[in-house]
C-alpha cells in the first residue's frame, strides 16, 4: 500500500504511536465514544419520523407514495454500509497503532468509491424512479406513484452531495470521532426540521411545494452537512484527514481490502432486512389490528435500536482500537464491560415497556383492539430487547475484531431457520382460526424472543473462545 506524505502533521505523525489508552477506564472511554453516537442516529430517526407525519397531512397518496420512497432510499444505503463498515474496520486498526498516514489513505480510498457510488445511484434514483413506482396499485395509485416519483427524483439532483456525506460521516462515527459526527447530524436534521414544514405548507414567502418541498428541504440541508463534513476532514480537527491528493491516486489493492472487509456486513444486514420484511407480511395475513400492533412494536423498537446501535458502534471502535495497539487484554475488559452495562440498561427498559405496556400503545393508536393485543404481548416484546440489546453489543465487539464472515453466516441461518422458517411453521401449521387470531402476534416475537436468545448464546461462546484477538483486517 503506497501513502503519499502530503497530508501529514509533521514528520513525526508518520511514526508509528500506539494508542495510549486508559485501561483504568474503560467505561468512560465507552460512554464518550456511545453515547455521542446514540444521540446522532436518534436524530435521523426522529427527523424521518417527522418528516412522515408532514407528509400524512398532505394525503394518504403522498404518504404511501413517500414512504415507499424512503424504502428505496433505506435499501441503498444498506448497501453503502460496505464501505462504511470495511472503511472503519481498517481504519480503527490503524488508528489504534499510531499509524494516521495508513487511516488517511483508507479514508481516501473509500471516499473515491463513496463518490462514484453516489453518482451511479443519483442516475438510477431520477431515471428510474417511474418504474420504480408503477408498482404501487389501488384507487389512489397514480397520485402515491406521482409523489414517489417527485421525491426520489428530486432527491437525486443531490444525491452525490448526500450519499458522500453519509459515507464520511459513517467512517468519522466509525473512527471514534463521534461528537463531530453527532455534531454534524444534529446540524443538518436541526435545520431540516425548520425547513421541511416551511417548504413542504409554504410562508414568509415560499411558495406551498408540497411533496417536493420535503425532499428540497433534506437535499438542501445534507448538502450543506457535506461542506460541513469536508471542512472538518480538511481541518485536522479530527483523528482522520482528507487528502485531495490521495484520492486522485485511486489504490485498487486498496479497493480489494475494503470490499473484503465490508460485503460480509452488507449480505448480513441484507438478509436480515429481507427475514423482517417477510415476517411483516406473515403478520399482515392474520388481519390489520394483528399488523397495527406489530408496526407499534416495529417503532418502538426502531427507538430503542438507536440505543443499541449506538453502544454497538462504540464497541466496534474500541475493540479496533485497543487491537490495533496489540492490547487484547484490555479488549477483552472493555468488551466485557460494554456488554454489562447494555444488559442492565435494557433490563430496566425492558421493565419499563411492561409495567407501562397499556400507556405506551395508547402513544401510537386510538384502537382499543390495536391496543389490547399489543398490550397481551408487550411481555414477550420487552424480553426479547434483552438478548437483542446485548446481541448488538457483542456483535460490535466480533467486528471491530474482524470476525465478519463467521456473523454473516449466523445471521443467514437465524433469518431463513428461524425468522422466516419457524415463524411460517407455527403461524401457519400449527395456528389455526381464532388461535392464529389471537397468538400470531404473541408467536412473532416469542420466535425473536428464541431467535436472539439462541443468537446470544452462540456469539458468547465465539467470543470466550478467543479467536477474534489473532484475526487480520
Not at 57 to 85: D, P
Not at 140 to 159: D, K, M, N, P, S
Not at 263 to 292: D, K, R, Y
Request: net charge positive; proline share 2%.
Amino acid at each position: 500500500m503506497s501513502h503519499t506524505g502530503a497530508d501529514t502533521d509533521s514528520a513525526a505523525s508518520t511514526m508509528r504511536i500506539p494508542l495510549q489508552s486508559a485501561e483504568s477506564s474503560p467505561l468512560k472511554s465507552l460512554l464518550k465514544t456511545a453515547l455521542p453516537a446514540v444521540v446522532d442516529l436518534a436524530s435521523q430517526t426522529i427527523m424521518w419520523t417527522v418528516e412522515s407525519i408532514l407528509i400524512g397531512k398532505i394525503s394518504a397518496a403522498a404518504f404511501g407514495g413517500v414512504g415507499m420512497a424512503l424504502q428505496v432510499i433505506i435499501l441503498c444505503i444498506t448497501v453503502l454500509i460496505t464501505f462504511i463498515v470495511g472503511s472503519t474496520l481498517i481504519i480503527t486498526r490503524h488508528l489504534g497503532a499510531g499509524d494516521k498516514t495508513a487511516a488517511n489513505h483508507i479514508l481516501s480510498q473509500a471516499m473515491i468509491l463513496g463518490a462514484g457510488m453516489a453518482c451511479l445511484l443519483a442516475i438510477f434514483w431520477y431515471f428510474g424512479a417511474t418504474n420504480i413506482f408503477k408498482l404501487i396499485k389501488g384507487n389512489e395509485g397514480a397520485a402515491a406513484e406521482q409523489a414517489g416519483v417527485t421525491y426520489l427524483r428530486t432527491l437525486a439532483v443531490f444525491a452525490p452531495f448526500i450519499i458522500t456525506n453519509f459515507i464520511a460521516v459513517g467512517i468519522i462515527r466509525g473512527a471514534g470521532d463521534t461528537h463531530y459526527s453527532m455534531l454534524i447530524n444534529l446540524g443538518i436534521n436541526g435545520l431540516n426540521l425548520i425547513l421541511a414544514p416551511l417548504f413542504i405548507f409554504g410562508g414568509f414567502g415560499v411558495p406551498s411545494l408540497g411533496v417536493r418541498g420535503a425532499a428540497l428541504a433534506a437535499g438542501i440541508c445534507h448538502t450543506l452537512g457535506f461542506f460541513g463534513t469536508l471542512y472538518l476532514l480538511r481541518s485536522r480537527k479530527s483523528a482522520l484527514f482528507l487528502s485531495f491528493r490521495e484520492m486522485a491516486q485511486p489504490n485498487l489493492q486498496t479497493f480489494k481490502r475494503l470490499f473484503n472487509a465490508g460485503v460480509p456486513t452488507t449480505v448480513e444486514q441484507l438478509v436480515w432486512a429481507f427475514s423482517q420484511l417477510v415476517v411483516t407480511g406473515f403478520v399482515a395475513q392474520l388481519g390489520v389490528e394483528m399488523l397495527a400492533s406489530h408496526q407499534v412494536f416495529l417503532r418502538i423498537q426502531a427507538i430503542l435500536s438507536m440505543f443499541y446501535i449506538g453502544f454497538g458502534m462504540g464497541a466496534m471502535t474500541l475493540m479496533g482500537k485497543n487491537l490495533g495497539a496489540a492490547n487484547r487484554r484490555l479488549a477483552q475488559h472493555t468488551a466485557e464491560i460494554s456488554s454489562a452495562v447494555m444488559f442492565i440498561s435494557v433490563v430496566i427498559l425492558g421493565l419499563i415497556l411492561w409495567g407501562f405496556s397499556h400507556q405506551i400503545m395508547s402513544i401510537f393508536t386510538n384502537d382499543l383492539e390495536v391496543k389490547h393485543m399489543g398490550s397481551f404481548a408487550m411481555l414477550v416484546f420487552a424480553l426479547a430487547q434483552v438478548p437483542k440489546a446485548v446481541n448488538n453489543v457483542v456483535v460490535g465487539n466480533l467486528r471491530g475484531a474482524g470476525d465478519l464472515r463467521w456473523l454473516m453466516w449466523m445471521t443467514i441461518a437465524s433469518a431463513f431457520l428461524l425468522e422466516i422458517g419457524l415463524n411460517w411453521m407455527i403461524v401457519f401449521g400449527f395456528l389455526h382460526g381464532a388461535q392464529r387470531a389471537f397468538l400470531g402476534l404473541l408467536t412473532v416475537w416469542s420466535v425473536q424472543l428464541v431467535d436472539e436468545t439462541i443468537r446470544f448464546a452462540l456469539y458468547y461462546w465465539r467470543f470466550k473462545g478467543g479467536k477474534w484477538k489473532f484475526l487480520h483486517v
